[in-house]
């Protein structure tokens, strides 16, 4: 899911996201409650017709944001009060404001409410918030069968740090409720990725095979294809959409960074093996060229390659999975990003 934080992904109009087959977007909810506000979104017809986006849309709680963005002001087990990072003003939210918040967005997935526990954390820390996200998790349940019908899912959150025996409470939890879709929340906040891995190894068993596993805000193209082995199908990532603005773009060998002088007056695509509009029709010099003058088609033509990168990633591995050859692709991801380190 690429992200479109702003009811937008930047630089992005649909018809370009359209066009590169994307199927479904994240939007958050932490930004739109606060600007323009959901319950205008609702007003004006759902977020779909707002930014003019006719397939799946999955939002999120609008709780990472809150602990990552706004100044906090006070956790309890009712919720967390905060303040706006736009203009200081205060609010709540509650695990059933949050379901109320999305069902005005009009989002197809929605998100329970977590609670985001830092990296590192003790284990009696973690604990807490684990016990406090599956709470919220169980309100977020029950108010969404009061208030939703069946055009919009609700998927939960299994928390629990890096530790083992939390994140299987925490699945079995969630479980016993019973979820449309399970997401994997509190990685990729600074952890080594090898413990990302092994929390997601060990939490997938717990997990029912015939739901989608979401894994929340990762990650690198070697993530997706690893995760993908371990049991997930969902991802979301500012990643190609940022480095894209940042000049940083993807291919097949590693990334390479747009203004670097090398690329002065080079005539080739950023990927000879990319089949994206962009690298069919401009070289890496007219590309280092629009990002060194500030060009806002820098932005634009960077994000359709970088998006693309990262769809066509995901095609593959479909395409893999159904010939049953992941191994091979695994093999050669992994061959390829040990090598594009060693450069
Ligand atoms: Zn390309």
């Not at 007219?286 to 634009?300: K, T």
Request: proline share 5%; charged share 20%.
């Amino acid at each position: 899911m690429p992200v479109g934080t702003q009811a937008t992904v930047k630089g992005m109009t649909p018809d370009q996201l359209r066009s590169l087959s994307v199927e479904i977007l994240l939007c958050n909810s932490y930004h739109l409650m606060l600007r323009p506000g959901h319950a205008a979104v609702g007003r004006l017809g759902g977020l779909h017709h707002f930014m003019g986006w006719d397939r799946p849309i999955l939002t999120d709680s609008g709780g990472y944001q809150v602990f990552s963005l706004s100044a906090l002001r006070e956790i309890g087990d009712d919720g967390v009060e905060f303040r706006c990072h736009l203009d200081g003003s205060t609010h709540f939210l509650s695990p059933e404001g949050a379901i109320d918040i999305q069902r005005a967005l009009g989002s197809d997935i929605m998100m329970a409410l977590d609670d985001c526990l830092g990296f590192p954390a003790e284990h009696s820390a973690a604990l807490a918030s684990m016990k406090r996200s599956m709470s919220w998790a169980g309100r977020c349940h029950a108010h969404f069968q009061k208030v939703a019908d069946d055009r919009q899912a609700l998927f939960g959150i299994v928390q629990g740090g890096v530790y083992t025996d939390l994140r299987r409470e925490s699945a079995e939890r969630l479980v016993n409720l019973g979820f449309p879709g399970y997401a994997i929340g509190g990685l990729a906040v600074g952890e080594p990725n090898a413990a990302m891995y092994e929390v997601i190894e060990k939490v997938e068993p717990f997990l029912p095979d015939d739901r989608p596993r979401y894994l929340m805000g990762v990650g690198t193209p070697t993530d997706l294809i690893e995760c993908v082995a371990l049991g997930v199908d969902m991802f979301d990532c500012v990643m190609p959409t940022r480095h894209a603005r940042n000049g940083s773009l993807f291919t097949r060998d590693g990334r390479i960074v747009i203004k670097h002088a090398q690329y002065k007056e080079d005539p080739g695509p950023i990927d000879s093996t990319c089949g994206c509009p962009v690298c069919q029709t401009y070289s890496r010099a007219y590309l280092r060229h629009l990002f060194m003058a500030n060009e806002i088609l820098s932005s634009v033509l960077n994000t359709i390659h970088n998006l693309y990168f990262y769809l066509d990633t995901m095609r593959r591995i479909r395409q893999f999975i159904e010939f049953h050859t992941y191994d091979e692709l695994l093999t050669e991801f992994r061959r390829r990003s040990s090598s594009a380190m060693e450069e």
